[in-house]
């Protein structure tokens, strides 16, 4: 007798689940890649209809009398004031989030004396010990580099030591046209992962579930193909003891019919084979 495990009804049950295993795991997999695109590009598009939005608000022209002082102060305060009122008034219209001590709108204008460093101009809010960090150095990334020559962009997710963002520039212009700055809106996202894992769990629960339930045919099938070939199987056995009475029942009209019809004329055909020798 065939043991469980080499049956060709196992093999097909091992298969279907095999199937069903894989086809989960990739789409887990596809589906956790897409959502964090899918949530990463809405959040960038939200972000850079902000500050298009309010960009053309600013009055570029006062980025010129703002300079950080070496005891941490700032000269142009007016100037800065009037800029900061506008980032507020965009940030509370809004809605734009952020944790204390970070500034979810801010003014960057390219670092004369470092060429590829934007600096610090204008914020919402201070830092976590209080100061304007007016003027920190800031290294420009490729969103930066296409703001600068006129079109705003997000940046998609990136990571620096305070976690994961997005964040979206537009150029801020002067009176002439001449582009003297960017606007920035930035968002932490360290809660992106999670909810793609999230939603994923559950796109993959749905695709398992629809796997099962493709699965169960392909079960009762094997059990349909596989239940024809015992009885033939047995017929052999019975027909290799001796017995030659033993018939298989032909209840099938396809090849497995066939293969019982075949099993009950092996008595005759021994018979006939038999008798021509004598």
């Not at 004031?81 to 507020?88: F, K, N, Q, S, T």
């Not at 046209?177 to 992106?192: C, E, M, S, T, Y």
């Amino acid at each position: 007798m065939l043991r469980f495990g080499c049956s060709l009804r196992s093999q097909f049950i091992a298969a279907a689940i095999v199937l069903v295993g894989i086809s989960a795991t990739v789409g887990y997999a596809a589906s956790y890649v897409r959502t964090q695109r899918v949530l990463a590009a809405s959040l960038g598009r939200e972000l850079l209809g902000i500050v298009n939005s309010t960009a053309p608000r600013l009055n570029g022209d006062v980025l010129s009398f703002i300079t950080p002082l070496p005891d941490g102060g700032l000269r142009g305060r007016e100037e800065f004031e009037e800029a900061r009122a506008v980032l507020l008034q965009a940030t509370q219209a809004n809605g734009l989030e952020h944790a204390p001590g970070q500034s979810p709108l801010s003014i960057l204008r390219p670092a004369e004396d470092t060429p590829g460093e934007l600096e610090f101009v204008v914020m919402t809010d201070p830092d976590a010990t209080g100061k304007l960090y007016a003027g920190n150095r800031y290294p420009a990334m490729e969103h930066h580099l296409r703001a600068l020559s006129g079109h705003g962009m997000a940046s998609g997710v990136y990571s620096d030591a305070a976690g994961l963002w997005i964040s979206a520039v537009a150029p801020v212009r002067s009176s002439n046209g001449k582009i003297v700055g960017l606007l920035q809106a930035d968002r932490p996202v360290n809660f992106l992962h999670q909810q793609a894992r999230t939603e994923a769990q559950w796109l993959a629960l749905a695709a398992l579930s629809t796997l099962v339930a493709g699965a169960l045919p392909a079960v009762l099938l094997a059990r349909s193909l596989t239940r024809p070939v015992h009885e033939p199987m047995r017929a052999t056995q019975q027909l290799a003891a001796g017995n030659l009475n033993h018939a298989v029942k032909v209840d099938r009209c396809d090849e497995l019919g066939a293969l019982s019809a075949a099993v009950n004329d092996m008595p005759c055909s021994s018979a006939r084979r038999v008798a021509s020798c004598w």
